[in-house]
């Protein structure tokens, strides 16, 4: 089946660009990143920015626009039945038109990758198609899927400090 990412969360002043492969099947029922309750990404954001993960959506998405954070993913389409990257058909990536996108957002100067799909996905669909020595920096973060349950929370938010210090 072919699945579609939401629209970026963004506006003029992010810095920092979070990066996830595509949405897993509750996210694109609900129509929200990260729906997923067992999904660390909004417990982990939340602890880094002092904010409660069980907030109104649009509240986290409102705290994580505060601190110059947009949130996309790397896909804009693929064909996959399951919500794991590993089911993702690999012809089938459509990648999310990020020259367009980071002409728009002159200020974002990092990007950090949500798991290795999204890091990989770039590198092979994106990068090639991006000018040179733009100045960005990219970190690859471990993935707050449940499906990643080899890394223990903590680590994690180790790991994904990263976002704070690049604001």
Sequence with gaps: MRVHSFDPISDAASRVLILG?????MSLREGQY?????????KILGA????????PYESRIARL?????????VMQSCVRETSLDSDIEEPSIVSNPFEDFLRGHPEIRTICFNGAKAAAS???????QLPPDSGIEYHRLPSTSPA???ISYDDKV??????????
């Design 21 to 25: 492969s595509m949405p897993g099947n």
């Design 34 to 42: 990260y729906a997923h309750p067992q999904n660390a990404f909004w």
């Design 48 to 55: 880094l920015f002092d904010f409660d993960p069980r907030a």
């Design 65 to 73: 626009r505060e601190h110059g954070i947009a949130l996309w993913d």
């Design 122 to 128: 770039w590198r092979k669909h994106v990068l090639p």
């Design 148 to 150: 990643n349950a080899s």
């Design 158 to 167: 180790k790991a994904w400090r990263i976002v704070h210090y690049s604001i």
